[in-house]
C-alpha cells in the first residue's frame, strides 16, 4: 500500500525524455570537474541516447516498470546499470533527486509551453480568418445580456483574438521564469564538485542558472504561474464557447455549427447539441482546479524539499494536455461556422439598439447630453407603447418630447450610420475592424 501512495514511475514516466537529457548534461558537466574520465562520459552519454531512442520507438515499454522502480530517476539508473554495468552508478555523483526532478519538469513544462503557443497561434488564426468572413455582418453588442449597441461580429470575432493574443504572451513571459536550471543546487545545499553550472545551463538550453539552492530545490512557482495561465487561457475559451453556445440557441439563431462538432439527442431527433463548446466550457473547471491544488499544496510548506511537492506534476501534466485539446478543437469549431447574416442584423434592428445613436444626434443639435439622454428614454417608451421601433416614430411625435428633432434623424438611426461614427481605433467601425484583422493578422 505504501509503495503505491510513494511511487511517481505511473505518472513522471512522461519525464522520461527530460530525465535522460539533464542526464546527458550532467555526465559531461562532471567529467568537466574530473568525476568521469572522457571515456566513461562517452559510454554513458551513448548508452542515455541509446534509451532515448528506445523511448521514442516503444513509447509504452516503461510501463512494464509501474511497481519495480519507484520513480523514473530510478527506473534510468537501473536501465543505465544494465547497460554499462557498474558505471551507471557513478552518475549521480554530486546530484540529488531533489535537484534533477526540478529540472526535468521546468525542462518539460518548457517545451509544453512552446507547444501550447504553436496551438494558440492557429487558434487565434482562426478567429482572425472568421472576422474577414465576417467584416461586413452586423450583430447586436451586449451588456448584461440585453441588447446595448450594433456592432460587427468580426469586432466580437476580434476581442477573443486579443484575449488569446494576451494568453500566448502571458505564455511566453512565464517561460523566462521556467527557463531557469536548478541542477546542481543538489539536495539543497549545493554540490560539492567543482561543475560549471553556467556551461551547465547552456548545454541544457536554461537561460541561466539558479541564485539560491534552497530555493531552487524547493519552488514551485513556475508551476504554478504556468497554471494560471492555462486556467486564464481556459475561462477565454469557456466565454467564447458560452457565447457560440447561446448564438446557436433558436431564441438567438445567429449561427449553425458543423455537425463534425455536434451531436443529435439520444431522444429528441430535432436536436443538434453544441457538444464541443460545451466541452470548451466545461474543461475550464478542471484547469482551475489545477491550479487551486498547486496553491493548496505549496501555501504551508517549510524549506526546502518536502515530499508534498511529489504531488506538483499530475495538475500540471493534466492541465496541459486539456488545454492542448480545447485548443486544437477551436479552429474546427471556427472554421466550420456559419454565421447567419441576416438573423444577426434583423437582431441588431431590435431592442432600440440604435438609442444611443439618437442621444448623440441630439447632442449634436445642442442638447446637454443628460437632457438626450432622459428625452431618448421616454422616445423609448413611446415606440413600445407604438409597437415600433425608434425609425418607426413620426418626427411630429419625436418633436413633442424633444424638440431638437429634424428631419435628418432617421439617416443617423441607421445601422450604417452608427457604425461609421465608431471609427475610433479599437471601434466597430467598418475602416477601424478591417485595420484590426490586417494588424492582428501581421501580428500573428
Known sequence: MFRQLNDSLPFDYRLLKQDLEGSIAWARAIGGAGVLTNEEVARLVDAM????????????????????????????????????GPLGKKLHTGRSRNDQ????????????????????????????????????????????????????????????????????????????????????SAALAGTTYAIDRGALAKD??????????????????????????LAQTSVHLSRMAEDLILFMTQEYGFVEMADSVTSGSSLMPQKKNPDACELLRGKSGRMVGSLVSILTTMKGLPLAYNKDLQEDKEPLFEAMEQLSMCLRVVPRVLDGLKVRREVCREAALGGYSNATELADYLVGKGVAFRDAHDQVGRLVRLAIEKGCRLEGLKVEDMRAISPAVAEDVYSALSLEAGLARREVEGGTGPRAVAAAIRAARERL
Open 204 to 229: 541544457l538550453g536554461f537561460e541561466s542558472a539558479s541564485r539560491n539552492s534552497l530555493d531552487a530545490t524547493a519552488d514551485r512557482d513556475f508551476i504554478a504561474e504556468t497554471l494560471f495561465c
Open 49 to 84: 541516447d541509446g534509451l532515448l531512442k528506445e523511448a521514442a520507438e516503444k513509447h509504452d515499454l516503461i510501463a512494464g516498470s509501474f511497481g519495480r522502480d519507484e520513480d523514473v530517476h530510478s527506473y534510468v539508473e537501473r536501465r543505465l546499470i544494465e547497460l554499462v
Open 101 to 184: 526532478v526540478a529540472t526535468d519538469v521546468r525542462l518539460w513544462t518548457r517545451s509544453a509551453i512552446d507547444e501550447r503557443v504553436v496551438e494558440l497561434r492557429e487558434a487565434r488564426r482562426s478567429l482572425i480568418d472568421l472576422a474577414e468572413r465576417e467584416r461586413s455582418t452586423v450583430m447586436p453588442g451586449y451588456t448584461h445580456l440585453q441588447r446595448a449597441q450594433p456592432i460587427l461580429f468580426a469586432h466580437w470575432a476580434l476581442a477573443y483574438q486579443e484575449m488569446l493574443e494576451r494568453d500566448a504572451a502571458r505564455l511566453a513571459d512565464c517561460r523566462r521564469r521556467v527557463n531557469v536550471m536548478p541542477l546542481g
